[in-house]
Nanobody, 115 residues
Framework: QVQLVESGGGLVQAGGSLRLSCAAS????????MGWYRQAPGKQRELVAT???????DYGDSVKGRFTISRDNAKNTVYLQKNSLQPEDTAVYYC?????????WGQGTQVTVSS
């Protein structure tokens, strides 16, 4: 079983920055992908960014050029640097890990961007 613990959410003004972290623990099998998804009130969960254990990244269209995902394989930790935050970035951000055994989600961390 894999456990994911997120941190770094909070309240920030528009134009500001935040950095989210997600640490994975437990039995992680094989090549894996870690990433972030978000869900705003009344909307479906959407892709923010993912990164494979080999370093390949993928971003949702709405965050390209503003957010940067990175990971530390030795620590099984993924980071999301979010710059130029806008009110529409307000959402619960969820960490996700996919390995050869399954898909695992964190409990989520709230990010609120005030205008």
């Amino acid at each position: 079983q894999v456990q994911l613990v997120e941190s770094g959410g909070g309240l920030v003004q528009a134009g500001g920055s935040l950095r989210l972290s997600c640490a994975a623990s437990g039995s992680i099998w094989g090549i894996n992908t870690m990433g972030w998804y978000r869900q705003a009130p009344g909307k479906q969960r959407e892709l923010v960014a993912t990164v494979t254990s080999g370093g390949r990244t993928d971003y949702g269209d709405s965050v390209k050029g503003r957010f940067t995902i990175s990971r530390d394989n030795a620590k099984n930790t993924v980071y999301l640097q979010k710059n130029s935050l806008q009110p529409e970035d307000t959402a619960v951000y969820y960490c996700r890990l996919v390995d050869t055994k399954g898909v695992y989600w964190g409990q989520g961390t709230q990010v609120t961007v005030s205008s």
